[in-house]
């Protein structure tokens, strides 16, 4: 399996494992797939300050997905470089070919 482990079905939406770079020199939502640690891998520019990194992680879901930012919740993870997103309104199929389409090599 690939990415696709790092995405939970909940029906009413998904919960994704991601793994946060912050401090990078670009934003890449998603940079990879840490097979490893099934998390899908982003970089961002903010540094993880005040929630800076998080909110500009949020905010990258938000326009990737094209929902709003306030559907979508940091589950687990606030404080740490792994975390667990809840993502209201978005399907699994959706998550699947937005994320399959970026992370294909």
């Not at 687990?76 to 699994?92: D, E, P, Q, R």
Request: hydrophobic residues 35%; aromatic residues 6%.
């Amino acid at each position: 399996m690939s990415f696709e482990e790092a995405i939970k079905d909940l029906g009413s939406g998904i919960i994704i494992d991601i793994e946060v770079t912050p401090g990078s020199r670009s934003v890449s939502v998603p940079s990879g797939y840490n097979e490893w640690r099934k998390r899908i891998e982003v970089k961002l520019t903010k540094n993880a300050q005040k929630g800076k990194a998080n909110e500009q992680l949020v905010e990258c879901l938000a326009e990737l997905f094209g929902i709003s930012s306030s559907d979508i919740l940091i589950n687990s993870g606030a404080t740490n470089s792994k975390k667990s997103l809840l993502l209201k309104g978005v399907s699994y199929q959706q998550a699947i070919s937005i994320f399959g389409a970026r992370l294909k090599k």
